[in-house]
């Protein structure tokens, strides 16, 4: 059953994933509402001290 779920999980959150970049690739309206939001959650990472995302920070900066 635990397997189960992972799974579908996984599928649903890939094909979520799939058509959220079709969206923001193929069209300006997509790119303008995903794309930004998608760059703000690639910057907040987790620390290895922290459970609690730091977004802005020195540390979570590239």
């Known amino acids: 059953m635990s397997l189960q779920r992972a799974a579908l999980g996984l599928a649903f959150g890939g094909a979520a994933a799939v058509l959220l970049a079709l969206l923001a690739g193929l069209s300006r ?17 987790s620390s290895p001290s922290s459970r609690w995302p730091s977004c802005g920070s020195a540390s979570a900066r590239r």
């Not at 998608?38 to 907040?44: I, P, S, T, W």
């Open 29 to 45: 309206l997509g790119e303008a509402l995903i794309d930004g939001t998608a760059q703000l959650f690639g910057r907040c990472r």
